[in-house]
């Protein structure tokens, strides 16, 4: 079985960690978004029911799914209920991921390349799980103007930018076009797979 090289995008909420992923797609690896992950996960009646026995019957939408927004408002609010939350999650994600790259090394023609799009890479302890990390950093106006989430209280409980970007092995300044950002990845990809 031959593993792809594992890689975790990381970085701050609105540095462009979305757009490396797709661009990471378009060059040819094989990509999974951890949010995708959690959506699904959110959906098994074993989440669904802990979560709201965790959190209330408020976090649950009329259709009888989890509602995202309705979750975030509770657990950004209360840094306990987030704690759990992540502790429940974040052991589940890994699982999922670990079981995607290995039905990877298995395909008869397996990608070079495999990556992930990782938030709390560092803050949860997960780089050991990947070959390779790149940080997407953007100074804080361009990301305010990217990303209208609640970004305050959650970015006081990230490591810095600069403390990311010296345990990485790639990191890119994101306050270029869309084309900069591809060459980057285009220039990245051309390493892992030389």
Same mark, same amino acid.
């Given at each position: 079985?031959?593993?792809?090289?594992?890689?975790?995008?990381?970085?701050?909420?609105?540095?462009?960690? +979305?757009e490396?992923?797709?661009a990471?797609?378009?060059?040819?690896?094989?990509?999974?978004? !951890?949010?995708?992950?959690? &959506? $699904?996960?959110l959906?098994?009646?074993?989440?669904?029911?802990?979560?709201?026995?965790? =959190?209330? *019957?408020?976090?649950?939408?009329?259709?009888?799914?989890?509602d995202?927004?309705?979750?975030?408002?509770v657990?950004f *609010?209360?840094? $306990? %209920?987030?704690? @759990?939350?992540?502790?429940?999650? &974040?052991p589940?994600?890994s699982?999922?991921?670990?079981? @995607? /790259?290995?039905?990877?090394g #298995? =395909?008869? *023609?397996?990608? #070079?390349?495999c990556?992930t799009?990782?938030?709390l890479?560092?803050? !949860?302890?997960?780089?050991? /799980?990947?070959?390779?990390?790149?940080v997407?950093?953007?100074?804080?106006?361009? #990301?305010?103007g /990217? !990303?209208?989430?609640? #970004?305050?209280?959650?970015?006081? /409980?990230l =490591?810095?930018d600069? $403390?990311?970007?010296a345990?990485?092995?790639f990191?890119?300044v994101?306050t270029? +076009?869309? %084309?900069?950002? $591809?060459?980057?990845?285009? !220039?990245?990809?051309?390493?892992?797979?030389?």
């Amino acid at each position: 079985m031959t593993r792809p090289v594992a890689v975790a995008i990381t970085g701050g909420i609105g540095a462009g960690k +979305s757009e490396a992923l797709a661009a990471f797609a378009r060059q040819g690896a094989a990509t999974v978004s !951890s949010d995708e992950i959690v &959506h $699904e996960l959110l959906r098994r009646p074993e989440v669904r029911e802990a979560v709201a026995g965790r =959190l209330g *019957n408020g976090v649950v939408g009329p259709d009888g799914e989890l509602d995202r927004g309705a979750i975030a408002t509770v657990v950004f *609010n209360d840094p $306990e %209920a987030l704690r @759990w939350l992540e502790e429940l999650l &974040h052991p589940l994600v890994s699982a999922e991921y670990l079981t @995607w /790259r290995e039905q990877l090394g #298995r =395909l008869p *023609n397996p990608p #070079r390349v495999c990556v992930t799009e990782v938030p709390l890479l560092y803050e !949860s302890g997960a780089e050991g /799980r990947f070959d390779k990390v790149v940080v997407v950093t953007a100074p804080d106006a361009v #990301r305010r103007g /990217r !990303s209208a989430m609640a #970004r305050d209280e959650r970015e006081q /409980r990230l =490591l810095p930018d600069e $403390e990311k970007v010296a345990r990485a092995d790639f990191a890119y300044v994101n306050t270029g +076009s869309l %084309a900069d950002l $591809e060459a980057f990845v285009a !220039s990245v990809m051309g390493k892992l797979t030389a």
